[in-house]
């Protein structure tokens, strides 16, 4: 009977054993085909969209350059074609070389520009875009007298017509000549403006220029 008991306990034990076997062997084949599964998904995603971006049309994106900005100079030349007239009461000649004497008319400020040769000079005349060496002497309608002059310092040179000097210069100084002698009276217009300069020039202000021309280069 002890053995028919012992027999029955290993035949339970075996039969329990084989059990837990096959259930690890199924635990392990699913595993496996999950594996399988989700590596098979994941190489078809891939495939899908490798397909996908090549077929994709290509979109080509253009920038505008950025505009170009160009800096005005703060002085600036009218194109404007201006006339002078003469000089109603223009100031002494004197003599080339020497500093002028510069004489305000009397009477209100002239509304239009204008010019006299006190002394024609007998060089090359000056053009836009050349370099002119000139002595000046500068007074105002608002002082009635004298309130600049390169005289006592040293000569000055610019490019005519470049918008390097006022528009009253820029033009009024056009085919004056080597070894000449300009007397120019501006309005604002083509001096200051309204813009107050100090030191005797008032805002409004009429100029009174007497002009050598020393050189062109």
Do not use: C
């Amino acid at each position: 009977m002890a053995t028919a008991k012992r027999e029955r306990q290993k035949a339970a034990r075996r039969q329990k054993i084989e059990a837990q076997q096959r259930a690890a062997k199924r635990r392990k084949t699913i595993q496996r085909t999950s594996i399988v599964v989700v590596v098979a998904i994941a190489i078809i995603v891939s495939a899908a969209l490798l397909f996908r971006s090549k077929s994709a049309p290509t979109t080509t994106t253009t920038v505008a350059a950025a505009p170009t900005t160009t800096t005005t100079p703060v002085t600036t030349t009218s194109t404007a074609p201006v006339h002078f007239a003469p000089v109603a009461s223009p100031s002494p000649a004197g003599t080339f070389g020497k500093a002028p004497t510069v004489v305000v008319p009397a009477g209100p400020p002239p509304t239009t520009p204008e010019m006299t040769n006190l002394i024609t000079g007998t060089g090359p005349a000056a053009k836009d875009g050349q370099s002119l060496t000139v002595q000046y002497v500068l007074a105002t309608y608002s002082t009635r007298k004298v309130i600049q002059s390169s005289w006592t310092a040293q000569p000055l040179t610019f490019t005519l017509g470049a918008g390097h000097v006022i528009t009253g210069w820029d033009k009024g100084l056009v085919g004056m000549r080597v070894g000449g002698r300009r007397e120019l009276i501006l309005p604002p217009s083509l001096g200051y403006g309204a813009v107050a300069r100090g030191g005797g020039i008032a805002a409004n202000d009429t100029l009174v220029f007497v002009v050598d021309l020393l050189k062109i280069s």
